[in-house]
């Protein structure tokens, strides 16, 4: 699988996908322009190592560039790699302007260029399961559907709660309803750096009727990683932290009985599901895309459409007041 793959940004996260590409053969490069972090990519031999971003797009062997830069940087180093024929995986999110990640994805697509937005939960083998009932019918038509990511983790400084954690369950939400929210609306609070939120509660509406709310924190006592579906027959839950049966299946909801609305319960079911790492299939999706010149799940219309919403509940954070989501220009 060798796709002479540079990797920009061994961070925390960047460690992890330095891991995955070297185990898949594909890391050619890790560029970082901390001496410190640089140090670390040692433990890959057969990787070169630079702190200049330059060095990695001036080798023609890099078939691909995956960017764990700051979010900031997203579109810029995106936007460079692609107009030096290389394909991109970017990490979450695409942008932080919307107007940003359009032009990204147009020169994406005026070049031929794969771009891949790191939606990772999109890849989790629970995710995929829950999508395929859904898509069955096994729920019935979804209600309502919520997230909690929460915990007390890294604080960041240059993006707030709402852009670093929430991406990942507008992008699963989005997915099982199959359409885009009409509207939204967030509220928040900053406690520990001013105009940076440390807690967001977006509220999505859509278009069929669909209820969703995303909760996120980085101020919480505890972590909490779990996506409730309640659907006209059935519910599901899928709780990442969970160590065991991180989906479980409920045959539960309200029956009439002689006008009377009466709760139907049943024992939850837990389907086998594989063990991959979500990352591994993550990144092999992304090597797969490169070789065979494919669409990733994760393509540049899905991180456009994540990014809508973002900018959307932002913009309500700031009015106190619901957005339409057509004010954030298609």
Request: with cysteine.
């Amino acid at each position: 699988m060798d796709v002479g793959l540079a990797l920009v940004g061994h961070g925390a996260w960047g460690r992890n996908l330095a891991r995955n590409f070297a185990d898949l053969g594909a890391l050619r490069w890790v560029c970082d322009t901390d001496p410190a972090a640089l140090a670390g990519a040692s433990a890959y031999p057969d990787a070169r190592t630079t702190g200049h971003f330059e060095d990695v797009l001036a080798d023609p062997g890099v078939r691909a560039v995956a960017l764990a830069t700051p979010s900031g940087l997203h579109a810029r180093m995106a936007t460079e790699a692609i107009k030096h024929d290389k394909d991109v995986f970017v990490e979450k999110p695409l942008a932080l302007r919307y107007k940003e990640g359009r032009d990204l994805v147009d020169a994406a697509e005026a070049s031929g260029a794969v771009l891949m937005v790191g939606h990772i939960l999109e890849y989790h083998p629970a995710v995929t399961r829950l999508k395929e009932l859904v898509r069955a019918g096994e729920l019935g038509e979804l209600r309502y559907v919520y997230s909690n990511r929460l915990n007390l983790g890294t604080i960041r400084t240059e993006e707030n709660i709402l852009w670093s954690f929430a991406p990942h369950d507008i992008s699963v939400i989005t997915s099982l309803a199959n359409e885009e929210p009409d509207r939204v609306s967030t509220w928040g609070g900053s406690y520990l750096q001013a105009g940076i939120a440390d807690v967001t509660l977006t509220n999505l509406s859509f278009p069929r009727g669909l209820l969703a709310h995303v909760f996120v924190s980085w101020l919480h006592p505890f972590k909490e990683q779990r996506l409730v579906v309640v659907g006209e027959r059935g519910m599901a839950v899928f709780d990442d932290t969970a160590d065991e049966g991180k989906l479980r299946i409920y045959d539960r909801g309200v029956e009439w009985e002689n006008g009377v609305p009466v709760a139907r319960q049943a024992p939850a079911k837990v389907p086998d599901l594989p063990g991959d790492e979500p990352m591994r299939l993550e990144l092999e999706h992304f090597i797969g895309c490169v070789t065979n010149r494919s669409q990733p799940l994760t393509n540049g219309a899905n991180g456009l459409l994540v990014l809508r919403v973002l900018e959307a509940s932002q913009a309500s954070l700031e009015r106190g007041a619901s957005v339409d989501l057509a004010e954030v220009v298609a």
